[in-house]
T-cell receptor, first 111, second 112 residues
Framework: GEDVEQSLFLSVREGDSSVINCTYTDSSSTYLYWYKQEPGAGLQLLTY?????DMKQDQRLTVLLNKKDKHLSLRIADTQTGDSAIYFCAEINSGNTPLVFGKGTRLSVIA | DAGITQSPRHKVTETGTPVTLRCHQTENHRYMYWYRQDPGHGLRLIHYSYGVKDTDKGEVSDGYSVSRSKTEDFLLTLESATSSQTSVYFC???????????FGSGTRLTVV
């Protein structure tokens, strides 16, 4: 089946930029997503990008998509302690198939 | 999240007992999903539903069954709970053109 891979941990200093990377195998991905999970909570949709786009910016968040390499990244500018969470990458092929999630990257922000 | 609730939030049960978790939505969405989350495994799909009485298996469906008799409710049943089913269970609904999911707050299940 299709697979989504992420590194498990990332540690950054407050005020720096964070870059979380993701690779996927499905060449027919339609949408790619980033979800955030805070401790004790469910996943919250942060942002998404359609497969015909290269970049999407939303305030402090920048998503970059390289379809050729099947690589997705999430950049968080001016990282704050409140950004400490687990970030999940996910992709979908068509509306009838479930999302495929990566295992999540735990972001720790050091004050 | 608004529009989707899970119950109970926490449950402790004994090995061998049946357990049912409930997911309720007020959004009238067609698609609903059950995931389990375990350290080192991320989110794994158990079952999903694409309409009333229409369900399909995910990657870790053994030991679980589901039912959807109404659009708003999706039930997950552990027929005979085992310690390996100790986990956090999340329900999700899918709506909108972007196919993104909205997740419930989760049910922490402990099987002793």
């Amino acid at each position: 089946g299709e697979d989504v891979e992420q590194s498990l941990f990332l540690s950054v200093r407050e005020g720096d930029s964070s870059v979380i990377n993701c690779t996927y195998t499905d060449s027919s991905s339609t949408y790619l997503y980033w979800y955030k999970q805070e401790p004790g909570a469910g996943l919250q949709l942060l942002t998404y990008i359609f497969s015909n786009m290269d970049m999407k910016q939303d305030q402090r968040l920048t998503v970059l998509l390289n379809k050729k390499d099947k690589h997705l990244s999430l950049r968080i500018a001016d990282t704050q302690t409140g950004d400490s969470a687990i970030y999940f990458c996910a992709e979908i092929n068509s509306g009838n198939t479930p999302l495929v999630f990566g295992k999540g990257t735990r972001l720790s922000v050091i004050a | 999240d608004a529009g989707i609730t899970q119950s109970p939030r926490h449950k402790v049960t004994e090995t061998g007992t049946p357990v049912t978790l409930r997911c309720h939505q007020t959004e009238n969405h067609r698609y609903m999903y059950w995931y389990r989350q375990d350290p080192g495994h991320g989110l794994r799909l158990i079952h999903y539903s694409y309409g009333v009485k229409d369900t399909d298996k995910g990657e870790v469906s053994d030991g679980y069954s589901v039912s959807r008799s109404k659009t708003e409710d999706f039930l997950l049943t552990l027929e005979s709970a085992t310690s390996s089913q100790t986990s956090v269970y999340f329900c999700a609904i899918r709506g909108g053109e972007d196919y993104g999911y909205t997740f419930g707050s989760g049910t922490r299940l402990t099987v002793v």
